[in-house]
C-alpha cells in the first residue's frame, strides 16, 4: 500500500510564505520579468522625484526584490539597475570607492527580503513587524555606512575620533526623514505586490471555475452502461 506524501510542517510554511508575495508570478517568466521592470521604475521615479532628502522608495525596492526573486543575484540586480539609471539625472559621487559603497549599501537589503518570506510564514503581525524592521535596519546601515565612508574617504573632517563624531552629527539633519521615508515606501510597496498577487490568483481561480464545473457536469459512464 503507498504511503500519501505529505509535505514537512517547514516546507509547508515556507511555500505560504513565497506565496503571500509571489502568487502565480513563480510559474510566469513574463511576471516576473514584469515585477522586476517595475521595481526599478519605481526605484527611478522615487530617487529622481524625492520630496524630500533621502526619502526615497531604494530601500522598499531592494527588500521587495529580496522577497519577490529567489535568486539573489536577479534580486541585487533591481536595486543597482534603478541607481544606475537615475544617477543619469544625479550628481556623481566624490570617488569610486564612495561609489562602491553607496551601491553596497543600497543593495544588502535583497538579503533581508528572502528572510521576509518566511517571518510573513508565522502571521500577519508578523510579516508587517518583519517589514518595518527590514525598512529601519536598511536606513541606519545605510546612514552609518555612507557617512563612515564619507569620513574616511574624503578630507572633509580629520581622521580622528572628533572627526568621526563631527561628521555623524552633520549628517543627523540628512538622516530626519530617512527611515520615515523607507518605513512608508516599504509598507505601500509591499501591500501593493500583496494586492496584485492577490489579483493574479483570483483571475486565476476564476478561469478555472468553468473548467471544474464542466468536469462536474459530465455525466460518469458506468461498466454497466458500456456493457
Same mark, same amino acid.
Given at each position: 500500500?503507498?504511503?500519501?506524501?505529505?509535505?514537512?510542517?517547514?516546507?509547508?510554511?515556507?511555500?505560504?510564505?513565497?506565496?503571500?508575495?509571489?502568487?502565480?508570478?513563480?510559474?510566469?517568466?513574463?511576471?516576473?520579468?514584469?515585477?522586476?521592470?517595475?521595481?526599478?521604475?519605481?526605484?527611478?521615479?522615487?530617487?529622481?522625484?524625492?520630496?524630500?532628502?533621502?526619502?526615497?522608495?531604494?530601500?522598499?525596492?531592494?527588500?521587495?526584490?529580496?522577497?519577490?526573486?529567489?535568486?539573489?543575484?536577479?534580486?541585487?540586480?533591481?536595486?543597482?539597475?534603478?541607481?544606475?539609471?537615475?544617477?543619469?539625472?544625479?550628481?556623481?559621487?566624490? /570617488?569610486?570607492?564612495?561609489?562602491?559603497?553607496?551601491?553596497?549599501?543600497?543593495?544588502?537589503?535583497?538579503?533581508?527580503?528572502?528572510?521576509?518570506?518566511?517571518?510573513?510564514?508565522? /502571521?500577519?503581525?508578523?510579516?508587517?513587524?518583519?517589514?518595518?524592521?527590514?525598512?529601519?535596519?536598511?536606513?541606519?546601515?545605510?546612514?552609518?555606512?555612507?557617512?563612515?565612508?564619507?569620513?574616511?574617504?574624503?578630507?572633509?573632517?580629520?581622521?580622528?575620533?572628533?572627526?568621526?563624531?563631527?561628521?555623524?552629527?552633520?549628517?543627523?539633519?540628512?538622516?530626519?526623514?530617512?527611515?520615515?521615508?523607507?518605513?512608508?515606501?516599504?509598507?505601500?510597496?509591499?501591500?501593493?505586490?500583496?494586492?496584485?498577487?492577490?489579483?493574479?490568483?483570483?483571475?486565476?481561480?476564476?478561469?478555472?471555475?468553468?473548467?471544474?464545473?464542466?468536469?462536474?457536469?459530465?455525466?460518469?459512464?458506468?461498466?454497466?452502461?458500456?456493457?
Amino acid at each position: 500500500m503507498a504511503h500519501p506524501i505529505t509535505t514537512p510542517p517547514r516546507a509547508a510554511s515556507l511555500a505560504s510564505a513565497d506565496s503571500v508575495f509571489l502568487g502565480s508570478l513563480r510559474g510566469s517568466p513574463t511576471l516576473l520579468a514584469a515585477a522586476w521592470v517595475a521595481l526599478v521604475a519605481l526605484g527611478v521615479a522615487g530617487r529622481l522625484c524625492q520630496p524630500a532628502f533621502h526619502v526615497t522608495p531604494m530601500a522598499a525596492v531592494a527588500l521587495a526584490a529580496g522577497a519577490v526573486f529567489q535568486n539573489p543575484l536577479v534580486a541585487a540586480s533591481v536595486p543597482l539597475a534603478a541607481l544606475v539609471v537615475s544617477n543619469l539625472g544625479l550628481d556623481a559621487y566624490d /570617488s569610486l570607492p564612495m561609489a562602491a559603497v553607496v551601491f553596497a549599501a543600497t543593495a544588502w537589503p535583497v538579503l533581508l527580503g528572502g528572510l521576509l518570506r518566511r517571518a510573513h510564514a508565522g /502571521s500577519r503581525a508578523a510579516g508587517v513587524l518583519s517589514i518595518l524592521g527590514g525598512a529601519l535596519a536598511s536606513s541606519l546601515v545605510f546612514f552609518l555606512a555612507t557617512n563612515l565612508a564619507f569620513w574616511w574617504f574624503t578630507a572633509e573632517y580629520p581622521h580622528t575620533a572628533e572627526g568621526l563624531a563631527a561628521c555623524f552629527t552633520a549628517a543627523l539633519p540628512f538622516y530626519r526623514w530617512m527611515p520615515v521615508g523607507d518605513l512608508a515606501w516599504s509598507l505601500a510597496t509591499f501591500g501593493g505586490l500583496a494586492a496584485v498577487a492577490r489579483m493574479i490568483d483570483f483571475g486565476a481561480a476564476r478561469r478555472l471555475q468553468p473548467v471544474a464545473a464542466t468536469a462536474e457536469s459530465t455525466p460518469v459512464k458506468r461498466a454497466s452502461d458500456v456493457a
